[in-house]
């Protein structure tokens, strides 16, 4: 994709920006590290034989699998997340609530409950040993709990083979999903006790049963040990032969899928990779996925500009997709102006991060920053910024010639200020004299009755001809009186009626104080 485009960049930084220098404060990864962490239980530690990363995975299945793909209902749309669909007896456990104090902590404006879900147990798979799975964005979240349809252990063979085709998955890859899906966790006594005994194990205090000795960890031991006939896993070999639904499902091809996935890791992890893309993309007709997200090699990050008077600053970072710390690479950012110059800048190396399990490593620049501390690039108000490119080690990237566009119609002035009752303060907006936005407001996250984030949109009043105040000589300030000190916004503006938004969180406390 081209940046900037909101949606997919704060998508593509939550899957990818997983662990290290900028991470989203409240990166998923770290959730799921190590890979036995499980937090929900302070008391237990872990010895409890459970983990998050088990509890996510398990929970992105039972939002897919209320899937109806002849009508097209259900799937993943976050309808895990209501209590009422979670009391259901086909959700007993307690993984569902567990996951959901974690994963939907990302939900924002552009990630929607079932994004995150589907990001939670993606993560999960991939830094837990597993491979890369292809991730698309754009799920809607649903506002009612689905109808019932997840597959309990004590149903048939038949009912079983029939749950997964109105799901969308054949009879193999009902026995792929389900071993993919069983390389991690267990069941546990306290939900389960027709299935599980109390087991006295001290490594194990939840008494949680486990579907294979590695049950941290993606790997093909789900289906080497009930090939190799040492299995342990309580739904093949549990004392209650009704509920042995691994049994019946793993064996209804005569085993020739799981020999399969227990002669080639590689191959169950493929198969896995596949099968979790497609369960995780499993979603209520009408709703609209986006492209499979890739990194963006060059991709600009945390951009930010302010109005400070006569000088406009220019924030930000850039982080190369795949790269390793070299102090020899030398990266420039180079800035396009309204009056067709261009300026340069040798840009800081300041810190890397990692992906995908450690598969990737992207290394981060500043635009004229230290490791400590993030300092602007000090522009001419008048010749404005247009758009960057970047030159690695002399090689130009610039989108294939489009640039990576900067709006500068509009921005924060710092001339905003805090105090000054009865209001709480004052937000300035430096508006481009020539741009004539149609709108500038302020853009208010909010969140609905059924946790979905939705932007109000507070319009400033335009200043009169007579009222109109210079920031400088190229821009003019929309200014609004702010009553609520407690909100947090960014500024946007509809500018040939296509809108655009500032993309960091402001709030009146970061200001100066108003002149008295
Ligand atoms: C016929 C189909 C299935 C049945 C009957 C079934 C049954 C169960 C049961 C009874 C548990 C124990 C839950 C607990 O004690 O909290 C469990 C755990 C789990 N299931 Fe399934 N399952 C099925 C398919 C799947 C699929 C397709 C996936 C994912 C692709 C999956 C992923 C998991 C995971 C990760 C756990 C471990 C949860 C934890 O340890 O916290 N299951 N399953």
Known sequence: YIWPSPQLDALEAVRFDQLG??????????????????????????NAGRSDAADWIRTAYHDAATHNSTDGTGGIDGSIRFPAEQARAENAGNGFANTMGIVLAIVDRYISNADAIALGALIAIETCGGPEIAFRGGRADAIVPNVPGVPLPEQSLDSHIASFARQGFTQTEMIGLV???HTFGGVQH????????????????DNVAHFDSTFVTFDNNVATEYIAGTTK????????????????????????????????????????????????????????????????????SSVKL?????????????RLWNTTEDPTRTVRVLWHDHAGGTGNNTMNFISTSSSVGGKYTATWYGFNSTVFGFMPLLLDPVAGVTSLSFVVDGILENQGGL????????????????????????????????????????EQINIDSVQRRFITEIDITPPSHQQSVAANSAYSLWSMNLTDPAMTFTIGAEI???????????????FAPCPT
């Open 306 to 318: 302010i109005m400070d008077g006569d000088t406009l600053q220019l924030f930000g970072l850039v």
């Open 179 to 181: 071993a993919c899906g």
């Open 233 to 300: 896993n309580p739904l093949v070999v549990g004392f209650n032969d009704t509920t042995n639904s691994d049994k019946r499902i793993f064996g209804s091809d005569g085993n020739a899928t799981m020999l399969s996935f227990a002669n080639s890791p590689d191959h169950f992890a493929s198969t896995c990779a596949d099968l979790f893309a497609r369960m995780l993309d499993t979603v209520p007709r009408g709703v609209e996925l986006t492209d499979v997200i890739t990194p963006l090699p060059v991709k600009p």
């Open 403 to 442: 640039g990576f566009a900067i709006q500068d119609g509009f921005m924060l002035s710092q001339t905003s200020c805090q105090g000054g009752a009865p209001v709480s303060g004052r937000v300035d907006v430096a508006v481009r004299n020539g741009v004539h936005p149609s709108r500038v407001y302020l």
């Open 190 to 205: 306290n939900f389960f006790p027709d299935i599980v005994n109390v087991l006295n194990d001290p490594t194990s205090t």
């Open 496 to 510: 040939h009626g296509i809108k655009y938004s500032t993309t960091d969180p402001l709030s009146v406390f970061e």
């Open 21 to 46: 220098f900028n991470t989203l404060s409240n990166t998923l990864a770290t959730f799921v590290q190590p890979c036995n962490l499980f937090l929900f239980d302070p008391t237990i530690g872990p």
